[in-house]
């Protein structure tokens, strides 16, 4: 598959009408011109993170959520409820690509534990990326502890279960025996 392939292929997993409509975005195209070209080291690829995957920040988490069939604002959340635990694992505001992996190398590990190791070219899987790699790798129960509960720092985000698919916080300190934290790269 050509690098444009996999551009066309992920952008075109992103577009829904809600989403353009918040966007202001009328055609497909128009909406391609505002996806990046993949950065060429995630091209090369990164020891273990095998999947590589558009994330896309624009129109607001539950929008995202509701696209990729993911229940969010369902149980009461909104785009407040999470914060990013450190500048480093903030989202960009543009659509960005990420090489991921799929959790499983954490299996039963402690999410903020594994936050804690990743190096600086690392970063704990966020909710962006856990929508991501759902929607286009059908990825799910994963810890996401790069953003952790606005009310309460010690809960994280998590990918769950489904269909149908859950976002929601839990209190990370201990891990779950089928989760394991996502670790992405951008």
């Known amino acids: 598959m050509q690098t444009n392939d996999i551009r066309?292929?992920?952008?075109?997993?992103?577009?829904?009408?809600?989403?353009?409509h918040a966007l202001g975005i009328n055609t497909f195209a128009d909406y391609l011109a505002t996806i990046p070209m993949i950065p060429e080291h995630l091209l090369k690829g990164h020891e273990?993170?095998?999947l590589l995957s558009l994330v896309e920040v624009r129109g607001g988490l539950a929008m995202r959520c509701r696209l990729a069939r993911i229940r969010f604002a369902e149980l009461n959340y909104d785009e407040t409820t999470f914060v990013p635990w450190d500048e480093r694992h903030a989202s960009p505001t543009a659509p960005f690509w990420v090489r991921h992996d799929d959790g499983r190398a954490n299996l039963g590990r402690s999410p903020?534990?594994?936050?804690?190791?990743?190096?600086?070219?690392?970063?704990?899987?966020?909710p962006d990326i856990g929508v991501a790699a759902l929607l286009h790798h059908g990825i799910s129960n994963v810890d996401l502890p790069g953003y952790v509960c606005r009310s309460h720092r010690a809960i994280c985000a998590r990918l769950g279960f489904g269909p149908p698919h859950v976002l929601d916080a839990f209190g990370s300190a201990r891990p779950w025996p089928d989760h394991g934290t996502l670790i992405a790269c951008r």
């Open 8 to 20: 066309l292929l992920q952008a075109s997993a992103w577009w829904s009408g809600d989403l353009m």
């Open 48 to 50: 273990g993170l095998l």
């Open 112 to 126: 903020p534990l594994c936050r804690e190791e990743c190096p600086d070219a690392l970063l704990a899987g966020t």
